[in-house]
C-alpha cells in the first residue's frame, strides 16, 4: 500500500510539473521581404500591446523574432523609406506566430510650382539707361561708312556680350 501511495503521489508531482513546464510565453517571428521578395536586411520592426513596445532590427536574411511576450494582443508595425508603412494585428498565445511583412512600393506625390520672379529688365528710356553710350554730333560722324566696318566698331564699342560670337 506504502509503494501505491508513492507510485501515485510521483504521478501528481509529474503531472503538476508537466503543467508549469508548458510554456506561457510567445514568440513572433518573420521576414521582411519587398514587393520583388528581395530581403530587407536592417529594418525595424515595431511591436507594441499589452502595455509594451518593443524594437527588432531585421537581419541580414531579412528575419526578426520577439520571444518572451505574454499571451495577448498586438501589433506589428513598419516603416522603411520609399516603401507604405506595413501594420498587422497579431493575436499572441504560447508558442510562435509568424507574421511575413512585405513592403509595397509608395507611390508619393510631388507636386512642383514654377513661379516667374521679375528679374533685370532692359528699358529705351535715355532716363533708365545710367550706363548708356550715346554718340552724337562728330563721334557719329567719325564711324566708318562701310557696313562691315561699322559693324565691328559698334561691336567694339559695345564690349563682349553673350551669345556664340561672344
Do not use: W
Amino acid at each position: 500500500m506504502q509503494q501505491r501511495t508513492c507510485f501515485l503521489l510521483f504521478g501528481i508531482l509529474l503531472a503538476v510539473s508537466s503543467v508549469f513546464a508548458q510554456p506561457t510565453s510567445g514568440t513572433v517571428h518573420g521576414v521582411v521581404t519587398d514587393n520583388s521578395g528581395a530581403v530587407v536586411p536592417a529594418a525595424t520592426v515595431t511591436l507594441t500591446g499589452n502595455g509594451a513596445e518593443k524594437s527588432a532590427q531585421t537581419q541580414a536574411d531579412g528575419s526578426y523574432v520577439f520571444s518572451g511576450l505574454a499571451p495577448g494582443q498586438y501589433t506589428v508595425r513598419m516603416t522603411y523609406p520609399g516603401f507604405t508603412p506595413f501594420e498587422k494585428a497579431v493575436a499572441v498565445s504560447a508558442g510562435v506566430v509568424q507574421v511575413p511583412i512585405q513592403l509595397a512600393l509608395s507611390t508619393e506625390k510631388q507636386q512642383v510650382t514654377v513661379e516667374a520672379e521679375p528679374g533685370p529688365t532692359v528699358s529705351v528710356e535715355p532716363d533708365n539707361n545710367a550706363t548708356a553710350l550715346v554718340l552724337k554730333g562728330d563721334d557719329l560722324e567719325s564711324l566708318p561708312d562701310d557696313p562691315d566696318d561699322l559693324s565691328d566698331a559698334l561691336q567694339a564699342l559695345a564690349g563682349p556680350g553673350a551669345g556664340p560670337n561672344g
